[in-house]
């Protein structure tokens, strides 16, 4: 299983980006995938999962879409209204099995992407 992350860059706080996640040897529709962040210091958060719908840590949620493209086997995130407090490394991440009371649980993840850079600045 591969999780390809892309989509990361520098921009100004307001500004937007979009995360991808190409995956290979699962299916996105069948798998439950989520994206985490980890900022320099800090632990691993949860930012967002698909479950059958969407689910946002409350400090992204209203800026924030995840969505996912099954013909593309390929996840997205949406980030609107960006500030310096998102800069992070994005993890793009799958599991299987996993029950909606542990969709932000870094442990109840199998795979997970290489991550990508997002600076956002002041």
């Known amino acids: 299983v591969q999780l390809q992350a892309s989509g990361g860059g520098l921009v100004q706080a307001g500004g937007s980006l979009r995360l991808s996640c190409a995956a290979s040897?699962?299916?996105?529709?069948?798998?439950?995938m989520g994206w985490f962040r980890q900022a320099p210091g800090n632990e691993r958060e949860f930012v967002a999962a698909?479950?059958?719908?969407?689910a946002y840590a409350d400090s992204v949620k209203g800026r924030f879409t995840m969505s996912k493209n099954s013909a593309e086997n390929t996840v997205y995130l949406q980030m609107n209204s960006l500030k310096p407090e998102d800069t992070a490394v994005y993890y793009c991440a799958a599991g299987t099995g996993i029950i909606t009371s542990r969709l932000r649980e870094r442990a109840a993840y199998n795979y997970w992407g290489q991550g990508t850079q997002v600076t956002v600045s002041s």
């Open positions: 698909i479950k059958g719908y969407p």
């Open positions: 040897e699962l299916s996105v529709s069948r798998t439950v």
